[in-house]
């Protein structure tokens, strides 16, 4: 049978060069028959067999591998044998191969001394290079790559000691002469691969550990890098996206394992990378502007965050919500003694209550209303009888003063954080949009004050005033400025807990709207384009039929205006169904009494069809598909309540911290502690020269040495709360993965339990 299965192919081929002739056209290595027995004594572990195996055949190749390139030292390797690793690499001509790297991913730290041992013996620059021709591992995985992978953590310590090192991948927006290279020369696919792995060896919390004594910071870092890798390389987005969600949960797992509040306060007040010394919190300032909204989130931190919050004030938490609204109210009667003791008596005990971050949120709220109370009445004035110059209803005055309180307040915390910072939140290029059109109301006050002292028509009626008069711009500018300050209201929503998660849903939702207008502005550029003047000739034109019914013809697409403005109020369903008709006027008849109505029904068809096509493509799908995906954000939002909304009131927190203790437009006058500050300020900056200058600053301030030494303090004792944190996290993971492993084994043995019975009974059946 197995000839003639042979001498098929001859058959169909007779006559056919033998070089065409059926071969396989994969080739693979096998294993004769005493290859194989060989395979059988080590796989049992059975060193005295495998010895007197070798001795017995002479000459036998004990480098032979299978059809998977298996060899007998990785089955001795990957069985966990340490005595048959041992005698095999005691034999001439050993091929280690991949095994060191098996060994490194099974976590087998002895084997992998004894094998590392060998090799260092034979070829000592093999020891930190990945091996070429592996099966499992591709050629650029080295030892301390792979064992940082799989998070090994003494066999990385191992391997770091025997001097083995990874270079950590540039970032995905460097550019360097390198990169450069690595992209021209080398295979795509092999450099972003080797960034990959490279990312997830270097980005393990167990190598982080090793390689940083700060692993927080660092969490944040390569979060953060590999947020931009995801954006950067859409090819691996998910991959990517993972990493950056595993170092930013280990950041986590770190503060969940503090046990105290000074060691959450020691972790939240480092200064390591932060260029600013004016918060409380300086790793917490870190973590919101690293996006880590989980940390920032997390019972632990928001203990501290309160904590600063609320200060020594602790009975406003057990307040009626409303005591709590009605205390800016309240407030607003005691701003000016505030003021006046801020000024007088900076130590006293009430103004240091007052100086909290949760009495100064009050008490800016409290102006702010006061703020808000003035404009309405301003805008609120009767213009039936108004002269042709700047209201003079004596609140002009105090809004100014009140704007240039609020200018000051964005000018001090553009100085404080500085501008890049600052313009980072909306919320403050709202803030500076809004106090500019205040300025611009002002400025054209004046200049209508300018105009009125200079010519005689001060009681020019309005109606005969120009369409750019002064005094119609700053009313203008100042009605926007209203809407805008009163909308600020939002800001002090993000407190609550229902109106929060409801405000930044709608922030969610406008960046999922701005997305959408791209789609708007090209249908409609689209349309407009070819029915820009498509009814331009009809324009104007009057018909009257028989009953003596006038009919004009709509101003729809007769110009590109027109047709923007057709498109965009239908978009609403608010442009009548009657844009797209074609109305020609009467035409002579055949006696002067008559007339005739023409009809151009082919132009009024293809108008219709395109205004039709529009509204399916805007109103039914495109609005729509906005619909449901802000309706996704929205819900989004909400599957994720406490960590967006925490994240949010954090971010309020931080912002008030830094805030004065008296609000617009008290914090005009100048008081001790803002003199203090600045001149801290100050004198920081010359500090920083300085440094820059000489290298060092210790010798010119005794102040400066202190503050150095206890510097130097804090940073030994957060170093040893790390390693305790550090030891907290890997017995807490060792115990969820030896409860996982456990949980494995009982349910695999009672499936083998299940299925032996199920033989029992079937036997007993037969």
């Keep these: 049978m197995k000839g003639k299965n042979l001498d098929v192919p001859y058959k169909r081929l007779s006559g056919v060069d033998p070089s065409l002739m059926a071969r396989p056209s994969i080739l693979l290595p096998y294993l004769q028959e005493s290859e194989k027995k060989f395979f059988e004594l080590v796989a049992s572990g059975d060193v005295l067999a495998v010895?007197?195996?070798?001795?017995?055949?002479?000459?036998?190749?004990?480098?032979?591998?299978?059809?998977?390139?298996?060899?007998?030292?990785?089955?001795?390797?990957?069985?966990?044998?340490?005595?048959?690793?041992?005698?095999?690499?005691?034999?001439?001509?050993?091929?280690?191969?991949?095994?060191?790297?098996?060994?490194?991913k099974d976590n087998q730290r002895r084997i992998l001394e004894?094998?590392?041992?060998?090799?260092?013996?034979?070829?000592?620059?093999?020891?930190?290079?990945?091996?070429?021709?592996?099966?499992?591992?591709?050629?650029?995985?080295?030892p301390l790559i792979l064992a940082a992978q799989c998070g090994h953590y003494e066999i990385i310590q191992l391997l770091i000691q025997r001097g083995h090192t990874i270079d950590k991948p540039h970032p995905p927006s460097c550019r360097c002469a390198d990169c450069r290279v690595n992209l021209e020369r080398d295979d795509l696919l092999y450099v972003e691969s080797l960034k990959l792995n490279l990312y997830r060896a270097v980005s393990n919390p167990a190598y982080i550990c090793h390689s940083t004594y700060d692993p927080i910071l660092a969490a944040f870092q390569f979060a953060k890098e590999l947020k931009e890798c995801s954006d950067i390389v859409p090819e691996f987005r998910i991959a990517y996206a993972e990493l950056s969600k595993e170092i930013s949960s280990f950041a986590v797992d770190l503060i969940a394992c503090c046990r105290s509040t000074s060691e959450m306060e020691l972790i939240l007040k480092q200064t390591l990378g932060m260029t600013?010394?004016?918060y409380s919190l300086p790793r917490l300032v870190l973590a919101m502007a690293y996006k880590q909204k989980t940390f920032v989130a997390h019972p632990n931190t928001q203990q501290i965050v309160e904590a600063t919050w609320c200060g020594d004030w602790h009975e406003y938490k057990l307040k009626s919500p409303l005591v709590r609204y009605l205390l800016p109210i309240l407030r607003i009667f005691f701003l000016p003694i505030i003021a006046v003791m801020n000024l007088a008596m900076p130590n006293h005990s009430l103004t240091k209550h007052w100086s909290i971050p949760l009495n100064k949120m009050i008490s800016h709220i409290a102006g702010y209303l006061v703020f808000l109370l003035i404009i309405f009445l301003e805008s609120n004035l009767d213009k039936t009888g108004q002269k042709r110059r700047p209201p003079n209803s004596g609140l002009e005055y105090v809004i100014i003063a009140f704007?240039?309180?609020?200018?000051?307040?964005?000018?001090?915390?553009?100085l404080l954080i500085g501008p890049r910072t600052y313009f980072r939140k909306l919320w403050n290029w709202y803030a500076v949009i809004n106090n500019v059109l205040f300025i611009l109301t002002f400025l054209f006050w004046l200049?209508?004050?300018?105009?009125?002292?200079?010519?005689?028509?001060?009681?020019?009626?309005?109606?005969y005033w120009h369409y750019l008069d002064p005094?119609?711009?700053?009313?203008?500018?100042?009605a926007i400025a209203v809407i805008m300050a009163f909308l600020k209201l939002l800001f002090f929503c993000r407190l609550n807990y229902y109106l929060g998660p409801l405000q930044i849903s709608l922030g969610k939702m406008c960046a999922d709207m701005a997305k959408y207008i791209t789609i708007f502005s090209i249908i409609i550029l689209s349309f407009s384009g070819g029915l820009c003047r498509f009814y331009q000739y009809y324009d104007g034109m009057v018909q009257i039929d028989e009953n003596q019914m006038k009919t004009q013809q709509v101003s729809s697409f007769v110009d590109i205006y027109s047709t923007l403005k057709t498109f965009f109020w239908a978009i609403l369903c608010m442009t009548p169904l009657e844009s797209a008709d074609v109305i020609i006027e009467n035409l002579p008849g055949d006696t002067p009494a008559s007339t005739i109505i023409n009809k151009h029904s082919f132009t009024e068809a293809v108008g219709y069809i395109c205004f039709a096509l529009f509204e399916v493509l805007i109103v039914i799908m495109i609005v729509n598909m906005l619909i449901a995906t802000m309706s996704s954000t929205f819900q989004r939002v909400l599957d994720n309540l406490d960590v967006e909304w925490t994240f949010g009131k954090t971010d309020f927190y931080i912002e008030y911290m830094l805030h004065t203790v008296t609000p617009s437009p008290f914090n005009l006058i100048p008081t001790p502690a803002g003199v203090r500050m600045f001149m801290e300020m100050m004198s920081g900056a010359r500090t920083v020269r300085n440094v820059n200058k000489q290298g060092s600053c210790f010798q010119r301030s005794p102040c400066l040495k202190k503050e150095s030494i206890d510097k130097q303090a804090d940073q030994m004792e957060y170093l040893a709360l790390m390693s305790l944190l550090v030891q907290r996290y890997f017995r807490e993971k060792d115990e969820a993965h030896q409860a996982t492993t456990e949980m494995d084994m009982l349910r695999q043995e009672v499936h083998e339990l299940k299925v032996l019975l199920n033989d029992i009974i079937a036997e007993k059946k037969g």
């Design 276 to 278: 600013s010394r004016i």
């Design 114 to 142: 004894v094998l590392l041992q060998k090799i260092s013996e034979t070829a000592p620059s093999l020891e930190f290079v990945g091996v070429i021709h592996s099966t499992d591992f591709p050629d650029y995985v080295t």
């Design 471 to 478: 005094l119609l711009i700053a009313e203008g500018t100042f």
């Design 51 to 104: 010895k007197d195996f070798l001795e017995n055949n002479s000459g036998f190749n004990i480098n032979c591998v299978n059809f998977q390139g298996v060899s007998a030292l990785l089955i001795a390797v990957k069985n966990h044998m340490d005595s048959m690793v041992e005698y095999l690499l005691a034999q001439p001509r050993i091929d280690i191969g991949d095994c060191v790297l098996h060994a490194v």
């Design 403 to 414: 704007v240039a309180g609020n200018i000051w307040t964005s000018c001090r915390m553009l």
């Design 447 to 463: 200049a209508s004050y300018c105009d009125a002292v200079n010519n005689d028509q001060v009681d020019l009626e309005r109606k």
